[in-house]
């Protein structure tokens, strides 16, 4: 079982509020499912002929390297949906 | 003529014949919705200017006699993660509920460039993370055959649309068996396409290496008008391949069909295993050629899925940080309460848990057991079927060990939940498209046959479909 201390740090890590009874019932269903992937611990991964690469399935469809046209418009649509802001730029609250 | 009964093809035909207009077409589907959505709840958002403004446009092209594209005036629907310009955008989740998305999904453009008319945005679990519409931070969608049960997730709405006649077809979205579990559940098609055939972009992601955009519609056919639409090559999304669909002439006769024995033994339904065997059983009778199969690391997927899938989410979800878009938390002091409370406050129940599965998994000391470990075993998935398409054409398996459960039923019960992707996950897996086809019912619930094929075998899987359908 998962104890409340690291699924308090998990929750910190992920930047994550959680609140007391919020907190247990995650405890209590993250070891349920962390309990279940033990399952793979059998699978026998020493055949596997290639090892895992998602790179693969991807390769040489990498874009040029290529100044885009700009579209004004939709910079200025996206900046409307900043929660604050001032003038072009994003507000946030202090750091620290 | 009752308009809401047509396909994309019979539609097409009775414009073009000008027995009615696209402007009368969508106005009928508008009424239908206002009248029975309330039961239903397929939809979230209705985007009614648009869709009267699009059918418009499409009826001065069809008024002026030129040919005109098969979705040109056809009124459709879209999970509410595909973004529509101007339009809201939420992903089922209270932390977009007031996102307008700024552009179009490549998919949308591609619609909109063939004349199409999109009625609204549909209900989904909270960023396509569920199997029931369930996890939806607005409301749960019904199944249509059954409003006491769920119309199966995460593309529910889409499905429920089409089911209920409130769109002629939908666009969905499958990262683990979101188009095909919702339309086995509700007794429509659905085509989960192949990882790359469909450009990605402007879908709200979940778990990048497994998210395609896909068709849900009334027929086969239908199916394949609106995958040739929406698929191929797209700058914006890397992973999009240059995938021009040609029409299969397969011929069904000695044709190899393979049953994996994995899908055949517990926790099936006996009622859905002897639907899908009856259908084996009439496919072979003409003339298909049907063998055992064996795709041994089954057992494993949900697993391997499981870890994979919150892995990626807990990056995704990264993004959804109160600063750039979607819900801020006002009342906090400083930069980093901004982060936890908003967060905490904006994402629902199932996105929490998956975001803390994958932050665990990932993180420094668990990456080898977990991240790594799943990685490894998606190969051995992926060479399951690698070998399998050795000895076979095409395989045959049930969407879904059971048919569409009662809303709450499953609701306290996350890992149960997720068993409901056995059949369908491991296709993605392995990056493989699939199809799910209406081939029965027990009582008044939908059963599903699913219908896999290779890598970009789409066209071979329509033709299948095709021939089942007319069989049944």
Redesign the interface.
């Given at each position: 079982m998962i104890s409340k201390e690291e699924v308090k740090h998990i929750a910190k890590l992920a930047r994550l509020e959680l609140k007391e009874g919020e907190l247990e019932k995650m405890q209590k269903e993250l070891s349920a499912i962390l309990d279940y992937f033990d399952l793979l611990k059998k699978a026998n991964t020493s055949k596997l002929k290639r090892q895992p690469s998602f790179a693969k399935a991807t390769e040489g469809q990498a874009r040029k390297d290529e100044i885009a046209a700009k579209n004004h418009s939709l910079a200025e649509k996206i900046m409307n949906a900043f929660p604050d802001r001032k003038d072009d730029y994003i507000k946030v609250k202090a750091i620290l | 003529m009752n308009l809401l009964e047509l396909t994309i093809k019979e539609a097409h035909d009775g414009l073009k014949k000008k027995d009615f207009s696209s402007t009368e077409l969508t106005r009928a589907y508008l009424s239908e919705i206002k009248k029975n959505d309330k039961k239903i709840g397929a939809y979230l958002n209705l985007t009614e200017d648009l869709a009267l403004s699009q059918a418009k446009k499409a009826d001065e092209i069809i008024s002026s006699g030129k040919d005109f594209e098969f979705l040109a005036g056809i009124p459709c629907s879209v999970k509410d993660a595909i973004l529509v310009e101007g339009e809201k955008c939420t992903a089922g989740s209270k932390i977009l509920e007031n996102?307008?998305a700024?552009?179009d999904a490549t998919v949308i453009k591609k619609l909109k460039s063939k004349g199409a008319v999109i009625l609204g945005k549909t209900n989904l679990d909270e960023f396509a993370m569920g199997v029931s519409t369930e996890n939806s931070a607005f409301k749960v969608t019904k199944n249509p055959n059954d409003l006491n049960r769920v119309a199966g997730g995460s593309s529910g709405g889409s499905a429920a649309s089409v089911a209920s006649k409130e769109a002629c077809y939908s666009l969905g979205s499958d990262t683990g068996g979101s188009i095909r579990l919702p339309a086995s559940f509700c007794g429509v098609v659905g085509l989960n396409p192949t990882?790359?055939a469909v450009s990605r972009s402007g879908l709200v992601a979940m778990a990048s290496?497994l998210d395609q955009i896909g068709p849900i519609a009334k027929t086969v056919e239908d199916a394949e008008i609106i995958f040739k639409a929406i698929s191929g090559k797209d700058?914006l999304d890397?992973?999009s391949k240059d995938y021009n669909f040609e029409k299969s002439n397969l011929k069904i006769e000695g044709l190899k069909i393979g049953i994996p024995k994995e899908y055949f033994t517990d926790g099936i339904d006996p009622e859905v295993k002897k639907i899908i065997e009856n259908i084996i059983k009439k496919a072979k009778e003409r003339g298909v050629k049907i063998i055992e199969i064996s795709l041994p690391?089954t057992?494993?997927a949900?697993?391997?899925y499981?870890?994979i899938v919150p892995s990626e989410v807990?990056a995704n979800l990264?993004r959804f940080?109160?600063?750039?878009?979607?819900?801020?938390n006002k009342s906090?002091?400083?930069?980093?309460?901004?982060?936890?409370?908003s967060?905490?406050?904006g994402?629902g129940?199932e996105p929490?848990?998956r975001?803390?599965?994958g932050?665990?998994a990932l993180?420094s000391g668990y990456y080898d057991e977990?991240y790594?470990?799943?990685?490894?075993?998606?190969?051995?998935i992926r060479?399951d079927f690698i070998n399998a398409f050795k000895k076979v054409d095409l395989i045959f398996s049930p969407v879904s060990p059971i048919p569409a459960f009662k809303i709450g039923e499953k609701t306290n019960d996350?890992?149960s939940m997720?068993l409901m992707d056995i059949y369908t996950c491991p296709v993605k897996l392995a990056?493989i498209p699939a199809i799910s086809l209406p081939v029965g019912k027990i009582g008044n619930l939908p059963v599903g046959l699913q219908i896999i094929g290779n890598h970009f075998q789409e066209n071979n899987i329509l033709s299948m479909a095709s021939f089942i359908e007319k069989m049944l």
């Open positions: - | 996102y307008v700024p552009y990882y790359g290496s700058p890397a992973t690391n057992e494993y949900i697993a391997c499981y870890i807990s990264a940080d109160g600063i750039k878009y979607g819900l801020s906090s002091k400083d930069l980093f309460e901004v982060y936890l409370k967060r905490g406050e994402f129940p929490k848990r975001i803390l599965v932050t665990y993180s977990y790594k470990k799943a990685q490894e075993i998606r190969n051995l060479e996350p890992l997720y990056g």
